[in-house]
């Protein structure tokens, strides 16, 4: 998901957004863990999606209280 998607949504939105990151994202690690997972860079996507969110959460944070 690009940066600009992400900047567009609702800060209820985003967290809706980062709890499914987070469900995919242990999924994918237990996939993982018993080889079964077929692309092991979704597992960093998933990462970066994460960090993507709130980094703008924080950001819209900050705005409101400034």
Do not use: C, W, Y
């Not at 690690?29 to 996507?45: A, C, T």
Request: net charge positive; no cysteine; proline share 3%.
């Amino acid at each position: 998901m690009e940066l600009k998607e992400i900047r567009g949504k609702s800060p209820a939105e985003l967290n809706k957004l980062l709890e499914e990151q987070k469900e995919e994202l242990f999924k994918l690690r237990f996939q993982h863990s018993i080889h079964q997972l077929d692309n092991p860079m979704k597992l960093v996507e998933t990462k970066k999606t994460i960090a993507r969110v709130l980094t703008v959460l924080r950001e819209k944070e900050l705005s409101t209280q400034a």
